[in-house]
């Protein structure tokens, strides 16, 4: 998706097999960094897990993890931040999702105003990727340079990669489409072959085996 996401295993555990197995226990925080591939876990029970997905900007700014270095991994929350979190036993959902609104909600009012249009340039980005990166720029008064070092910074994604990345979940949110050539076209590329390319990348799967075939790891 391009977001980090805060993730509350409450029952069972998994193994990360790309953090030399290491693997994760309930009840914990956890927090999963942005993804640039595919990451795959291996199921040693059932279990559950509440997930919190957030805009790509908002862990850096939030607790002031460093987004470049937790790309593409999942750790336990550190114990001050996990402090302020509802306990991990907790199993109604509904109770997880209004306790951690409320945390996050206060910690939102405290973003920096000067970088207010760096995160309203990174949230067009993902919910508008077809807009040209120049043009997000101007329109939120920030130089070409800035957006490309900050978004760096806080999304561990250069401004394309995000682009790129916030395509190819439009193409995984729609309905299985009859043309995958016409998916490409809907999504401004320029042609299929660059869809393809793109979409196995960040899946680990072709458009036609995510859509009409059924991968392995979803069967």
């Not at 993730?7 to 640039?36: K, R, V, Y």
Request: net charge negative.
């Amino acid at each position: 998706t391009g977001c980090a996401e805060l993730l509350c295993l409450t029952h069972g555990s998994f193994i990360d097999m790309d953090s030399s197995a290491e693997l994760f226990q309930s009840p914990n925080w956890l927090f999963s960094g942005q993804l640039d591939r595919p990451k795959q876990f291996e199921l040693q029970s059932d279990f559950q897990i509440f997930g919190v997905c957030l805009y790509p900007y908002s862990l850096p700014a939030l607790v002031d993890l460093d987004a470049i270095s937790m790309l593409n991994k999942v750790q336990v929350l550190n114990a001050d931040f996990a402090a302020n979190l509802p306990i991990a036993e907790t199993s109604d959902p509904q109770i997880l999702m209004e306790e951690v609104s409320v945390l996050l909600a206060s910690l939102i009012n405290q973003l920096p105003a000067e970088k207010r249009p760096l995160f309203r340039a990174i949230k067009s980005m993902v919910e508008e990727p077809e807009m040209r990166v120049s043009e997000i720029a101007q329109v939120n008064q920030l130089s070409l340079r800035q957006l490309q070092r900050d978004c760096k910074r806080y999304t561990a994604y250069t401004p394309k990669q995000l682009t790129v990345i916030s395509r190819i979940q439009k193409a995984l949110e729609s309905a299985t489409p009859e043309s995958i050539t016409q998916l490409a076209h809907e999504l401004e590329y320029y042609d299929q072959a660059h869809f393809n390319n793109d979409f196995k990348r960040i899946t680990g799967y072709t458009p036609k085996a995510y859509f009409h075939d059924t991968p392995k790891s979803m069967a």
